[in-house]
């Protein structure tokens, strides 16, 4: 015969009665529930910073690019001494023109990337000198 | 806090009272909040005390289900009662809890195996040995009680401590109403079984105990 609902009802009522619900419950939520709240008010905080500066970064980006372009957008012919300076720091490149121009012109470095031939080649449409290791 | 204040904190149970409250809640009132625990969670500590029987996990369950609730209730879109879906994430709290914590079990039975040195599992099984002036059919009750694997054990405490519908436990467990009715059927066979294999075994022990009694070594 199958346990009676009454019984099962009654046992765990009776089981029920004996723990003591624990304080301090409500106090360690809480406490956790504020530590999760400052946290999340401090990581928007530091988002809203980033977001606040992100037109300081747009400008130094600019003025970063810009920067490089008037660095290393010589048109100089590099001389032979640039040459051998390449050479001697193992860089891939050296580039006659800036860099932009040979992606311009759709030549671009795979064709001198790989392999260990030491040459020179030609941009089709500057007539520069690219030196590639 | 002044007497008013408490007052306030006075747990309010109606429907009405419930969706206010959560309403409150989801506007950021942290009084609501915790006026919401005081509702709720003494049903809760001890729904979760049957369900794992330790007083200790119980206490944890109650703290991540409610933490749980309070982080998401801004999404809660009254679909089912406040009160169904905070049993619900305490069941599945309490389920977790126990799969976790038989795994750890297992794997400490597996190292006292190879020899290894552990601190046992803390764990508080009603033993029929333990309630020997009680009323015999009622510990065994309680000790097949506790025998009952937490997916049974559970819909026996929302059923027959709760009182929830078994629609109702159907919405918390997240299973059809028939899957409810057929697991409460299968609890009470559970329950039957377990009394009367654990009755064989007193009887055969006190058999065996009146045998070596009667020819003493």
Redesign the interface.
Known sequence: MLPPSEAIREELRRQAAQVQVPDGMWDQIRGRLEAERRRQRRRRQCVGRLRALTPVWGAALVTGAIGLVVLFGSDAEPQGAAIDAAWAYNRSFVYARPPQDYLRAGYFYPALEQGSVVGREQSPQSGRFLIAE | MGVNAMAELEPVRSADAEYDLVMRCQAGD?HA??ML??LY??DV??FA??VVRD?GL??DV??EA??KV??SIGRFQFRSSFKSWLYRVAVNEAISLLRRRKVREDLDASAEEVGMQVTPAASRDWQPEEAVLEDE??SL??W??GQLDPVHRTV??LK??HDFSDPEIAAIVGCPPGTVKSRLHRA??L??NA?AREMGRQDLVALSYARLSDHPV
């Open positions: 942290p909040f915790e625990f005081r969670h003494e500590f001890r005390y049957l007083a119980a206490q109650v703290q409610f933490l309070f982080r059919e009622r009750l309680r097949a009680i026996v405490v027959y401590f009470r066979e329950l039957r009394m």
